[in-house]
């Protein structure tokens, strides 16, 4: 806990700067001691702190300190398809993901914390064929829900993210009154915050009111793919 009583101290970012800066293993054997007091056991906290607010949304989402398995995605980089060969994330990502859905391009809230930005995000990033197929239904079927969720997701600082299909995804009209969200290839609202933010006491109050404002969303994409919110 920082001096001013927030969960997280300055001591995250200063380790991920020089994380940035030293991403090597020797370099972070060296300091593994730091990322498990300044990093890790922070992030449990906050997990932790977060999960009977979380609750009072939905008891459908997840708040897990556990190390495997858990809300805080692991530091080790899966680099056997990547040019860039650093072995250590120079970020801390923290997912409260649906309880029956583990992957991560399931609906879920998402933490990112780093020296260059600071966002929350709710939705389903990058959904399989089938859950993106599922939320095409959903949109066709019922446009008013999801209209009304998606302008939640583009207003007060919130803005909606990802790529969208260059032509109109098969089976689907180009003329659809709602082609520009059928093209789309992630479901995904966005808000940036400042670094300040994550050191402040009420962090976890913060974020829950944040995914208090997504209920809309993701109670669209849940019910398109038959999960509970």
Known sequence: MSDDGGIFGPELYEFL???????????????????????????FDLIRAVRPLLAEISQHMTARDTKLGGSLMRVFRDTRFSADKTPYKTNVGI????????D???PGFYVHL?????????????????ALAAYR????????????????????GWRMEGERLKRSPRDWSVDHPMISDLKRKSFIAVRDFDHGVA?????????????????PLMAFLCQAVDLDF
Do not use: K
């Open 17 to 43: 700067e020089e994380l940035e800066a030293n991403n090597n293993r020797e370099w972070f054997n060296e300091n593994r001691e730091r990322y498990e007091e300044e990093v890790r056991e922070p992030a």
């Open 137 to 156: 239904v959903a949109i066709d079927e019922r446009p008013e829900t999801w209209i009304a969720a998606r302008d939640a997701c583009q207003s007060d």
């Open 104 to 106: 991560v391009h399931a």
């Open 199 to 215: 050191l402040r006491p009420d962090f976890p109050s913060v974020i829950t009111a944040w995914c208090n404002e997504m209920r």
């Open 114 to 130: 780093s020296t260059e930005s600071c966002f929350f995000g709710a939705g389903s990033w990058m959904p399989d064929r089938d």
């Open 95 to 102: 997912q409260f993901r649906h309880l029956r859905a583990n």
